[in-house]
């Protein structure tokens, strides 16, 4: 097993072997959303309060679960390419960015199409929407600060302590709706005992959390191919695989 992980951590091994992961991910994630939406949209029953306009929530919190797992392997990543120098654990932090950007813009989003007829408002400073708003802010900062230093290598350690400063921000946004008194409703799936969530609910809410979670190891996988292409670009391996396809 350990030889398995020192050998996907070389480029042109993790290159090779990510191409063929990335085919089963996207058949797993296809498979899991189309699951999900049928449970969510047509299994589910109806909120005695809120109608059919909850159903977003299969959307928006996995997507907002999402913002958080992404920037915590990101700045996990970012660390052991401080530490460790390895190149590829660089990558995937910097490839991971872009796509915590996008759940956390889409939690957003399907946020405030939520909460116009719950709270009368496309948006309030609420106290875990305005956190949220910053960890958006945060994954920009991480892109933009990438792109703006020329040597991948001095880049990859400017986002990754970037990233680390950004982390506490993380239990700030979990923890918001039970520090401060706002209109977000609290943890009904992860609070300790059982779950205040009906279980027709909860299964596509799940599943729908396992669609993304695929959803982003495809695209985390298809971005760092292309991150390491450009940084191998001028190895042997990569010249002899060009070579291949022309």
């Not at 189309?34 to 029953?45: I, N, Q, R």
């Not at 709706?177 to 009906?198: C, M, R, Y």
């Not at 982003?216 to 760092?224: E, F, G």
Request: with cysteine; proline share 4%.
């Amino acid at each position: 097993m350990l030889h398995f992980f020192h050998k996907l951590a070389s480029p042109k091994h993790f290159y090779r072997i990510s191409g063929n992961w990335i085919p089963w991910l996207g058949l797993a994630c296809f498979g899991f959303t189309l699951a999900g939406l049928y449970e969510g949209l047509l299994v589910a029953p109806t909120d005695y309060q809120q109608g059919d306009s909850y159903r977003i929530m299969f959307i928006h919190v996995p997507a907002a679960w999402m913002s958080l797992f992404i920037y915590m392997v990101m700045a996990g990543a970012g660390v052991i390419g401080l530490v460790w120098r390895i190149k590829l654990a660089e990558i995937m932090a910097i490839s991971s960015a872009h796509i915590g950007a996008s759940f956390t813009f889409l939690a957003l989003i399907t946020g405030s199409i939520w909460g116009k007829p719950m709270w009368g408002a496309w948006w309030v400073w609420d106290a875990r929407l305005t956190s949220e708003l910053i960890l958006l802010f945060l994954y920009l900062g991480v892109i933009a600060l990438y792109n703006a230093v020329e040597d991948s290598r001095t880049a990859a350690r400017a986002t990754s302590i970037l990233a680390l400063v950004g982390v506490v921000n993380i239990p700030i946004i979990h923890f918001s709706v039970e520090w401060w008194n706002t209109l977000h409703q609290g943890p009904t799936v992860t609070k300790f005992g059982a779950p205040s969530i009906d279980i027709h609910m909860l299964i596509p809410l799940l599943l729908m959390a396992v669609a993304f979670k695929l959803f982003y190891v495809m695209v985390l996988l298809m971005r760092a191919r292309v991150e390491v292409l450009q940084r191998e670009r001028n190895t042997g391996w990569v010249q002899e695989l060009v070579s291949d396809y022309e």
